[in-house]
């Protein structure tokens, strides 16, 4: 079955860049989102269709996708941004969302 | 602005079964762009798709739990909700409510707060 592979934790200090990445079999023939989960907090939509942003979401969040890898990218990190990040495709043989195991992103 | 909250009880026994209720606001839970999910995420760990209802009743589940689910939608009350069956200590989480806007490459756009359900004795 499909698997999405992403870095257990990322650490970047703040007003840097972040890049958390999401892996998986030739990913970039699919449609990632993003999620954004802050402790006990559900789930915020961030990225949908690999780069679109939802309303409210601030313009430092972006993504990209290509080949075997998917990026969610944090310009200029604040220490509000620090949370875990999850990617999320849709499965299409199985016909459910997959999601990837989560990053937790750390503003040093 | 769509919102979603769930309830039920927090406390469940092993072998008994598992029932929760989201109710939906702000929004029509018979949009023919969207459906309604429920994910959970056990304490420390990731988020797990349980299953989903369409406005017309059609349900769609993890395989993983296909045989302990059932899903079902009050669209006159505006809510849908979630039973799983033979509970066990393993189905400890944080349960979540969500609408999924179906485009091919579905995306969950609105979330409720979530919800812990324990199961112990």
């Known amino acids: ?108 | 602005q769509v919102q979603l909250q769930e309830s039920g009880p927090g406390l469940v026994k092993p072998s008994q079964t598992l029932s929760l209720t989201c109710t939906v606001s702000g929004g029509s839970i018979s949009s023919g762009s969207h459906y309604w999910n429920w994910i959970r995420q056990p304490a420390g760990k990731g988020l797990e798709w349980i299953g989903r209802i369409y406005t017309n009743g059609h349900t769609n589940y993890n395989p993983s739990l296909k045989s302990r689910v059932t899903l079902s939608l009050d669209t006159s009350n505006s809510r849908f909700s979630l039973r799983l069956y033979s509970v066990t200590a393993a189905d400890t989480a944080v349960y979540f409510c969500a609408r999924a806007y179906s485009s091919g490459w579905d995306y969950f756009d609105y979330w409720g707060p979530g919800t812990l359900v324990t199961v112990s004795s």
């Open chain 1, 1 to 108: 079955s499909y698997m999405l592979t992403q870095p257990p934790s990322v650490s970047v200090a703040p007003g840097l860049t972040a890049r958390i990445t999401c892996g998986g079999n030739n990913i970039g023939s699919k449609r990632v989102h993003w999620y954004q989960q802050k402790p006990g907090q559900a789930p915020i939509l961030v990225i949908y269709y690999d780069s679109d942003r939802p309303s409210g979401i601030p313009e430092r969040f972006s993504g990209s996708n290509s080949g075997n890898t998917a990026t969610l990218t944090i310009s200029r990190v604040e220490a509000g941004d620090e949370a875990d990040y999850y990617c999320q495709v849709w499965d299409l043989i199985g016909d459910h969302p997959l999601f990837g195991g989560g990053t937790k992103l750390a503003v040093l």
